[in-house]
């Protein structure tokens, strides 16, 4: 129903940047807002940013100042800027998408694949 297309992981050094990028396709009606999540190695996954169609963003403590999120409604795509770098940023980034299908009366959320970021010297 909902495809996901996620790029930008990578390996990088300590204090580096990436830029994690997701577009989503498919049975949409509607968008409601796109966002990001991480999950370590024997951690949960935890919220790292979200944007609302609006515009509105919401970030967790740990990247206030470091990640920016950002997005493109008419390409339904989000980014997310990810500056100074830490090693404990290694983890597998996963875009969210609360998305009302197609045919569909609610919205949900649906999840894509995650692109693996590792920050190492």
């Known amino acids: 129903q909902v495809q996901f297309v996620e790029s930008g992981g990578g390996l990088v050094q300590p204090g580096g940047s990436l830029r994690l990028s997701c577009e989503v396709s498919g049975s949409i009606f509607n968008i409601y807002s796109m966002g990001w999540y991480r999950q370590a190695p024997g951690k949960q996954r935890e919220m790292v940013a979200d944007?609302?169609?609006?515009?509105?963003?919401n970030y967790s403590n740990f990247v206030k100042g470091r990640f920016t999120i950002s997005g493109d409604n008419a390409k339904k795509t989000v980014y997310l800027q990810m500056n100074s770098l830490e090693p404990e940023d290694t983890a597998v980034y996963l875009c969210k998408a609360y998305v009302r299908p197609l045919g569909g009366t609610f919205p949900m959320n649906y999840w894509g694949q995650g692109t693996q970021v590792t920050v190492s010297s």
């Open positions: 944007i609302t169609s609006g515009g509105i963003t």
